[in-house]
């Protein structure tokens, strides 16, 4: 059930509408279901229309003309209107229940509170099966006006009781955090200029993603600059930057001149402030010449933490990790082969309003993730469709994870546009995955190898066993397998680490997900066989004293710098 308020200045106009049944064919029946007393006339029951009209007219006026006559300032538009409309799959309601929802509606937003003698004059008028019109005029009483600022928020949450006591549709409410939507104006000037967005969707994504790989505040207004849109700088006196705007080249109005957005209108996260505080707290990128792991490794290995973080005590280090997983999307499209961008910049659009909301994030933490990411905007690595693949992979454990996160939270927008972004995720991760695994089943590792891995498989993941070894991605598993063995590493010891990694059991594919996760560790050096004996006694002893498992297992690896190559 939602609701729409507006504002007037005729209450005669607004019954004149609500009681046409000429010029509004859609309305059917028009009567009034409830009033400020209960015996307000009703010009669709009177047998006197007209005149039934022209006294609720009057009475409704009355407080009006009152205040007006003793020199009272009375508000410009002083007609109320709030419109409630049921969603199409809900049972008709009665007149009784409109009349309960209306009364309700007038007291949570300060028009008629229950009790108040000097509350508003109001009456609630139903012309259609799915919806009624609270009509009022806003002098009270005592002449004053009445209090009903956030009307629209209070409305919004009386409503959502209301679905619940009458057991109607839950609709999906968001918390204010997200972006301005697209004009009327601005919609229809894109149809007729034949764009798919208006300028404000094109400055916004373009922000997002020259956010996502500036490394500094300067960095991002050289590159915002160099991005094909018009930038202006705005500063204090003293010189500081205090913000900034931005026009789409070639958007003017009708007197030729630029349509100019501000940061903050774009998006709540788009401020400068904002921007600021998360360049600021961003990782530095590697210098150049500088050896740094597989930047695609790296960003895996940071998502795939993020599950971990989310399941912390600290709402605003959660949100952290979200906002730089939404960076990392929007990043993504920049070095992902041709045939990938488009699905990852949906998805990237759709995550965008599951990256914020009412809780403030800590940007000081995700430094990780931002580093990575800002690696590969820099130095793209080869190899195929494997990296791309494997953080994809990743992104979808994680994405399940914010969803959860936010519906714990009761983030509803949040929760729906995880949702989407899941899809577009799966649908870009089943296209690049599909190569790299169809080589790795082409090699078809020997028989016994096989089944010597089967077995590993079965000892130290029995929960997810015979899932994972009737995948037909399990050849590509196994041949994964024999590889890190080969490169000298102890598979069980990889696979007790890759299988502790939370979110496996929301796999859809536990065996491609492992698969990933073993290539990213089996890139680390190889431990000496004084490493090895070392780990294969701490895996026995966790085995038998069954311990909790830790917040990262990956991270029980033991680093390069402490490993020897055999």
Known sequence: ?????????????????????????????????????GFAPDPGRDQDPKAAMKQLTGSLELRLNQARGKGQQVPDKPVWQCSVRAAPEDPVLTDEQWADIARRIVHTTGIAPDGDPDGCRWVAVRHADDHIHIA?????????????????????????????DYNLRIVVRGDRTAAKRPTRAETEKAHRTGHRSTPREQLRATIRTVVAVATSPEEFFHLLAGSGMKVEVLRFPSGDIRGYKVALDGDTNAAGQPIWFSGSTLAPDLSYPQIRA???????????????????????????????????????????????????????????????????????????????????????????????????????????????????????????????????????????????????????????????????????????????????????????????????????????????????????????????????DDARSPAQVLTWRLQRLAQRPAPSLLARAAMARSDALARRSQPVATADPSQAYPPPSHSRRR
């Not at 209090?147 to 919004?156: M, P």
């Not at 009412?358 to 494997?386: E, F, K, M, T």
């Not at 089943?430 to 695994?437: N, S």
Request: no cysteine; glycine share 4%; hydrophobic share 45%.
């Open 1 to 37: 059930m939602i609701a729409k308020i507006t504002r007037g200045k005729a209450i005669r106009r607004l019954l004149g509408y609500l009681y046409d049944t000429v010029k509004a064919k859609d309305h059917t029946d028009p009567h009034m279901v409830a009033s400020w007393d």
């Open 136 to 164: 009022a005029t806003t002098i009270r009483g005592d002449l004053r006006t009445a209090r009903h600022w956030n009307d629209y928020l209070r409305a919004d949450k009386e409503l959502e009781a209301v679905e619940s």
């Open 278 to 504: 998360r360049l600021t707290a961003a990782e530095p990128v590697t210098a150049a010449g500088a050896r740094r792991p597989n930047p695609w490794h790296q960003a895996t290995a940071a998502t795939e933490r993020i599950p971990y973080h989310l399941a912390g005590t600290e709402d605003a280090v959660s949100q952290a990790h979200i906002a730089a997983f939404a960076e990392a999307l929007d990043a993504l499209p920049l070095q992902a082969p041709a045939d990938l961008r488009l699905q990852l910049r949906r998805a990237a659009i759709d995550f965008e309003r599951a990256s914020r909301s009412r809780i403030q994030a800590d940007h000081h933490h995700a430094r990780a993730l931002r580093g990575a990411i800002h690696a590969i905007a820099r130095q793209p690595v080869s190899g195929g469709g494997a990296g791309i693949a494997m953080f994809l992979d990743a992104a979808i454990l994680a994405a399940m994870a914010i969803q959860r996160w936010h519906a714990a939270r009761h983030h509803n927008q949040q929760v729906e546009a995880t949702r989407r972004t899941l899809a577009d995720l799966q649908a870009a991760y089943d296209q690049a995955a599909a190569a790299p695994l169809a080589a790795l089943n082409q090699r078809r590792p020997p028989r016994p190898a096989t089944e010597r891995h089967a077995q590993r498989i079965r000892q130290t993941i029995p929960t997810h066993a015979e899932q994972i070894l009737n995948d037909p991605t399990w050849p590509a598993l196994a041949t994964t397998l024999i590889d890190a063995e080969t490169a000298g590493h102890d598979p069980t010891h990889l696979l007790h680490l890759a299988a502790d990694q939370r979110a496996l």
